[in-house]
């Protein structure tokens, strides 16, 4: 299943009341992007389903396009990072 686009689906929250938006995850990954020379092909962020682990799914984000340059991926690495921080994604074993 890829979320792409306009995708209400909600990614990365251990409970419902604190899930995320995929759009809102785009928007913000894309706004660190959107200046730079290296990512000007970059056209947006696909979501896709990639199984579960236990209860919780679990999801992988890529480019779209996904064949972009090394420096567009490394900026796109970087900034999921921040995301995935900021949005508190970051999922640790107990």
Do not use: Y
């Not at 299943?1 to 928007?27: F, K, V, Y």
């Not at 890529?62 to 900034?79: G, I, L, N, Q, Y």
């Amino acid at each position: 299943m890829t979320l792409e686009g306009r995708c209400e689906m909600n990614i990365g929250a251990l409970h419902a009341e604190t899930a995320t938006p995929a759009s809102d995850l785009e928007s913000k990954i894309m706004s660190m992007l959107r200046e730079l020379k290296s990512c000007a092909k970059l056209k947006g962020v696909a979501f896709v389903f990639v199984g579960s682990f236990g209860q919780e799914p679990n999801w992988f984000a890529r480019p779209r396009p996904s064949r972009v340059s090394e420096a567009c991926m490394r900026e796109f690495v970087t900034a999921l990072a921040r995301v995935r921080k900021e949005f508190d994604l970051l999922w640790a074993p107990s």
